[in-house]
T-cell receptor
Framework: LAKTTQPISMDSYEGQEVNITCSHN???????ITWYQQFPSQGPRFIIQ???TKVTNEVASLFIPADRKSSTLSLPRVSLSDTAVYYC?????????????FGQGTTLQVKP | GAVVSQHPSWVICKSGTSVKIECRSL??????MFWYRQFPKQSLMLMAT?????????EQGVEKDKFLINHASLTLSTLTVTSAHPEDSSFYIC???????????FGPGTRLLVL
């Protein structure tokens, strides 16, 4: 399974756009890129998933360059409630076992 | 859609007893479910892959006789911690794989405290 690398922590202020970049140099051809958000004492919550180029939903955008060796999660205009740990994972594609191996994640602290 | 529940949300038990945790996919069927464990300030650690109708696949270092997994239906997987000890105290989280999206959805977690 491909390993991911993210910054351990990031700080931001309310109303700012936050971009979290994840490196996954060994991503396989059939791997998807998925981001989750986790609050303390809760299970991870699905944010967004993509394979290539750009994906956007109601909460975030995911930018994936052509070589797919990295990806960037973009959170527009964050609020205090976006303070959480964000995990980038690769895998779960067709033909895979479906296993996801969690890295350390990025702890985002949003300040007023 | 894509809701996964766990029961109980928290449990306290005495050392030596067994505890069963249920994981249900409420609005989709899941051939594959996963069990994770998370210690304070740490990331999720995959324990095992639960396959409907077949034996679970355990990650290296996870004792299959201690953590019994049963995936009897397409919406239910159970994790039984047998002869629990204080070091088994942790946050246990399950996920269910929604095949059509090839995406895992996670339950809210179960806090286990072994006294």
């Amino acid at each position: 399974l491909a390993k991911t690398t993210q910054p351990i922590s990031m700080d931001s202020y309310e109303g700012q756009e936050v971009n979290i970049t994840c490196s996954h140099n060994n991503i396989a051809t059939n791997d998807y890129i998925t981001w989750y958000q986790q609050f303390p004492s809760q299970g991870p919550r699905f944010i967004i998933q993509g394979y290539k180029t750009k994906v956007t939903n109601e909460v975030a955008s995911l930018f994936i360059p052509a070589d797919r060796k990295s990806s960037t999660l973009s959170l527009p205009r964050v609020s205090l409630s976006d303070t959480a740990v964000y995990y980038c994972l690769v895998g779960d594609g067709s033909g895979n076992t479906g296993k996801l191996i969690f890295g350390q994640g990025t702890t985002l602290q949003v300040k007023p | 859609g894509a809701v996964v529940s766990q029961h109980p949300s928290w449990v306290i038990c005495k050392s030596g007893t067994s505890v069963k945790i249920e994981c249900r996919s409420l609005d989709f069927q899941a051939t594959t479910m996963f069990w994770y464990r998370q210690f304070p300030k740490q990331s999720l650690m995959l324990m095992a892959t639960s396959n409907e109708g077949s034996k679970a696949t355990y990650e290296q270092g996870v004792e299959k006789d201690k953590f019994l997994i049963n995936h009897a239906s397409l919406t239910l997987s159970t994790l039984t911690v047998t002869s629990a000890h204080p070091e088994d105290s942790s946050f246990y989280i399950c996920s269910a794989r929604r095949e059509v999206e090839e995406t895992q959805y996670f339950g809210p977690g179960t806090r286990l405290l072994v006294l």
